[in-house]
């Protein structure tokens, strides 16, 4: 029986619009706010004017798209992909696309005897992939030299192409070519989808750095965004098919315009959307030999709906976005609400699995992909572990990097051109082994997992993941409250191991005797342990050292529950990896959650927050234990702390099952001595 426990929060849904294209001339002008934005925030995303006049633009941004978009919904309103493509021809100015100066594009088409827009018509009869139109659609700025690296090539900016999918849609384009150098060399090819609502020149400076330095780079706009035609397919089928579209393009456009092209070498690489596509290449493509993942998943189900747990906040902001400066599909809408509501989960699983990069795992580890992942642990999109785990299952070459950093904050940070970090200059190494045979520079021969250390400038290396060599486990068993009363706080009470392990957590005392009774806790939309506010909490932390904390001692103990460890730590611990809390819990409903918060705490009980982790029961759940899968960290536990675990019914992130106040829960496997908590720590300080 599916008893509905759950009264619906004020939530606003923006309304998804189905339209297949863009032919107001003024609608892309909305836009140019969102590009001054974008190297704004990429280049000083710690400085606090940068982002009041960021967001200044934004809100233009808003107010100008806004009204624009709901005139062309109105006139040009598509129900399908399929009706988009029987739609009247869409007529707009070249310039806005491309960004070469109105007067030299003017002057241009007058040398040609053209006419001021462009019109394309959709022609049943045509083949697939026109690429004679794709070469006049192109217009070339030719740039001075850039002069990185001991080989530094003049390059070409190619910009204003458009690829023509296979339903007669067009994707918008740009490149950078080598231009000099011997006649014999050839140069590698790398293909740049974009990130999700980013424009299509956000990889620019990249393109113009790495073109320099010998390879041919193109960036595109996916279907759905700005000025690409179609519907956002949010990586599903269209999406991947116009993968080799953009393949088959270049190519052509390389034969044709004598781009000293290697067609056998060809790589992928992007940042969040465009890192998933990327990793998606890897698996449709038999040509695609290299790939770099910045940001991105390989499971969508488990990155939008892990544990069944909604990420309201951010999945709020991905719809939006979506909505602002795309047009996505009508069932990324549908399968938003059935997320919110548990409804049609296997619709919801179909939708993802579609998508996920995991499912060409096959054909990824057949032919032996090159492939590199980057993520970061204040990822709230796409769980740094998640990755971690995808990244186990490959068979070819392979190289994960976690780093500090929000989703995909440190890597767009560096985008604009002359600007690396450790991130970049990796991404550089790899391509340049894989599609360059630069066996050289040795990556291939690097321990292949490597974890940014919180605070530092420094990353521990493991041979592999979890490396037994560097890492061991530690356990501790979950014990109640006090049924008396004289302390606040549950324990964590160190399982007896080896002396080493002893050591290492500063307590070397035995598993301590489990008292006799209950924990329980019920439903309050303000428990005392939570995540922060969505952004700014971990912007403040990454940015500012600036940490959610929590005064333990004021955390109510009817809406929350806390177990620390018994005393200080004698030395400095590093926690590297993924930690897990396991139990059992019961409910007097059918639907009910709870989050875990994991802290460092000093002399004064306040815990900061170091980690968090989820969990959701839909319908009685029949399993007998739970398990908070925490986020992977790598940092250090100061001598003095100890270590707290804290349990609630609520957090503002997430969409909670159920938000009545009469939910009560009981964590019974602590009074039967059967919770656990597991920690991963470095053996050595790195």
Not at 490 to 497: A, K
Request: aromatic share 10%; with cysteine.
């Amino acid at each position: 029986m599916n008893v509905s426990c759950k009264m619906r929060r004020g939530l606003t849904f923006f309304c998804v619009k189905d339209v297949g294209q863009v032919d107001s001339p003024h609608q892309p002008l909305a836009k140019l706010p969102l590009l001054v934005l974008m190297p704004m925030v990429s280049s000083c995303g710690s400085c606090p004017v940068a982002w009041m006049v960021a967001f200044a633009l934004l809100l233009v941004a808003v107010a100008y798209c806004g009204a624009v978009s709901q005139r062309t919904v109105h006139q040009h309103h598509q129900p399908s992909q399929q009706a988009a493509a029987r739609a009247a021809p869409l007529v707009y100015p070249r310039h806005l696309s491309g960004f070469p100066s109105p007067h030299h594009q003017l002057d241009m088409q007058r040398r040609r005897g053209s006419p001021t827009h462009r019109t394309l018509r959709h022609d049943p009869q045509q083949q697939q992939h026109d690429h004679r139109r794709h070469s006049r659609d192109a217009t070339t700025s030719t740039t001075t030299p850039f002069l990185l690296g001991a080989a530094a090539y003049t390059v070409e900016w190619v910009a204003n192409l458009t690829v023509t999918t296979f339903d007669n849609f067009t994707l918008h384009a740009d490149c950078v070519v080598p231009t000099n150098g011997s006649s014999e060399e050839r140069f590698p090819l790398i293909i740049l989808p974009n990130s999700w609502a980013a424009y299509e020149l956000e990889y620019l400076g990249k393109t113009l750095e790495w073109g320099s330095r010998g390879y041919i780079m193109c960036e595109y706009q996916s279907r759905g965004w700005f000025a690409s035609t179609g519907l956002a397919d949010v990586g599903g089928r269209l999406d991947q098919r116009d993968l080799s579209t953009m393949i088959d393009a270049m190519f052509a456009f390389a034969r044709q315009r004598g781009w000293r092209l290697n067609e056998s070498s060809v790589g992928f690489m992007g940042i969040s959307y465009g890192a998933g596509l990327s990793l998606m290449a890897a698996g449709v493509d038999a040509r695609v030999s290299a790939v770099v993942s910045l940001s991105g998943w390989s499971n969508l189900s488990r990155a939008l709906y892990d544990q069944e747990t909604p990420s309201l906040a951010y999945g709020s902001i991905l719809m939006w976005l979506s909505s602002l400066v795309g047009r996505p599909i009508p069932e990324l809408e549908l399968m938003w609400r059935d997320m919110l509501d548990h409804h049609n989960v296997s619709r919801l699983h179909q939708f993802c699995d579609i998508r996920s990069p995991e499912v060409h795992l096959p054909a990824i580890n057949d032919r032996k992909v090159a492939i590199m992942l980057s993520n970061n642990y204040l990822d709230r999109l796409f769980r740094p572990q998640h990755l971690l785990d995808f990244w186990t299952l490959l068979r070819g070459p392979r190289f994960m990097l976690l780093n500090q950093g929000l989703h995909a904050e440190p890597e767009s940070k560096s985008l604009p051109y002359g600007k690396d970090n450790v991130i970049w200059k990796t991404a550089q190494r790899w391509m340049d082994r894989y599609l360059k045979n630069n066996h050289a520079n040795g990556i291939d021969s690097e321990p292949p997992v490597q974890m940014q250390v919180h605070g530092t400038n420094d990353y521990v290396r493991f041979a592999s993941f979890p490396d037994p060599n560097m890492t061991q486990f530690l356990s501790f068993t979950v014990t109640t409250r006090p049924a008396n009363g004289s302390s606040p706080f549950g324990g964590l009470s160190p399982v007896q191991t080896q002396q080493s392990n002893r050591q290492s957590i500063g307590n070397a005392a035995a598993t301590a005797t489990t008292t006799v009774g209950v924990d329980a806790i019920s439903f309050s939309t303000n428990p005392g342990c939570w995540s922060g506010e969505a952004v700014i909490a971990d912007s403040n932390d990454e940015n500012y050292n600036i940490s959610v904390t929590t005064e333990l001692l004021l955390v109510p103990q009817s809406t929350s529950m806390v177990y620390v460890t018994p005393s200080p730590l004698r030395n400095d611990v590093f926690l590297c990896g993924t930690a897990f809390f396991n139990m059992t819990m019961t409910a007097n409903l059918p639907q009910w959650q709870t989050y875990g918060y994991l802290y460092e705490v000093d002399e004064w009980d306040i815990g900061t927050l170091i980690a968090d982790s989820y969990w959701t029961c839909w319908d009685n759940c029949p399993r007998p234990g739970q398990t908070l899968e925490f986020r992977t960290i790598c940092r250090a536990i100061s001598k003095g702390s100890r270590i707290a675990v804290g349990i609630t019914l609520y957090d503002n992130l997430y969409e909670p099952a159920c938000n009545r106040s009469a939910l009560l829960v009981n964590m019974t496997g602590a009074a039967v001595g059967t919770a656990t908590f597991t920690v991963p720590v470095l053996k050595r300080a790195p």
